[in-house]
Nanobody, 123 residues
Framework: QVQVVESGGGLVQPGGSLALSCAVS????????MGWFRRTPGKEREFVASISWNSGTRYFGDSVKGRFTVSRDNTKNTVRLQMDGLVVEDTGVYYCAAARGGPSRYQRYFDYWGQGTQVTVSS
């Protein structure tokens, strides 16, 4: 049984940085593409970033491009979302997900999901 667990959420001031981590157990992590999505207040869950199994391909949502980076460590079965230049609009619940196929911007291609971690950007 594949388990996906996010960590690292919290409260940060506008302009600050925060790193989220995601740990995957019970599956073939090194074969999965990984993705981050978020649900912000009043909006549907949206794509944030994804990374291929070998880190060779990365995608970012338009609203986070240039501010967020995604990386993974296949030796530790973890993926990291580094968030810089945070703005209030980044507030929301961030979800990590694993896909048995390639990296994607679309939720329907992801097979395993975490419970989410809250990120609040506020002064």
């Amino acid at each position: 049984q594949v388990q996906v667990v996010e960590s690292g959420g919290g409260l940060v001031q506008p302009g600050g940085s925060l790193a989220l981590s995601c740990a995957v157990s019970g599956g073939a992590f090194s074969r999965y593409a990984m993705g981050w999505f978020r649900r912000t207040p009043g909006k549907e869950r949206e794509f944030v970033a994804s990374i291929s199994w070998n880190s060779g391909t990365r995608y970012f949502g338009d609203s986070v491009k240039g501010r967020f980076t995604v990386s993974r460590d296949n030796t530790k079965n973890t993926v990291r979302l580094q968030m810089d230049g945070l703005v209030v609009e980044d507030t929301g619940v961030y979800y990590c997900a694993a896909a048995r196929g390639g990296p994607s911007r679309y939720q329907r291609y992801f097979d395993y999901w975490g419970q989410g971690t809250q990120v609040t950007v506020s002064s």
